[in-house]
């Protein structure tokens, strides 16, 4: 079974700096997708960034951007220049083939401070 | 916009009702959705693979005769929930897949529904 971790359950960042949110998985698997999802206090699932485990190239989305290392089966999310509306939980998200569920992390409340 | 609709948005019920939420995929045809449950300050956990035309798939501990879902069409699932009591007040959210896109398309959430029991 695949496994997501999400080790820090809150985060905060002063407004216009950088940070870092923490995601391992665990998977036999050879191939696979890797979600990042913002949820609000809506709480809309809103996708942030996504990865192909094939692809070497780390996926980029305007101020996010994600450090994907295969072989240490690790997956954070870096936000740059953070906005406040960019509070928010994150989960990090595990999916094997095309229609199957996803797998997520426990979450990380990230709070943008003014 | 929205490509999965989820109603209703939120429902406050008595304690021994039955409480029916749909989930429609709106522009693409969904022949499996997944039905998820959040509670307060928690993370997102499968409750059930629907599919269409044939019987739910449930996870472990979830009761399949607490929680119906019937998938009678490609663009509707519903989850109904028998006999409600209030430990079954959560957030339940649904998402499905558009099979016409690409293996590394995402799936699509409905935007959830907050059910109170009494």
Redesign the interface.
Known sequence: AQTVTQSQPEMSVQEAETVTLSCTYDTSENNYYLFWYKQPPSRQMILVIRQEAYKQQNATENRFSVNFQKAAKSFSLKISDSQLGDTAMYFCAFMTSGNTPLVFGKGTRLSVIA | GAVVSQHPSWVICKSGTSVKIECRSLDFQA??M?WYR?FPK?????MA?SNEGSKATYEQGVEKDKFLINHASLTLSTLTVTSAHPEDSS?Y?C?A?N?GT??????H?G??T?LSIL
């Open positions: 022949t499996t997944f959040q928690q993370s997102l956990m499968l693979t957030f959210i998402s897949k099979p690409g293996k590394n398309q995402p799936q959430f935007d959830g907050r």
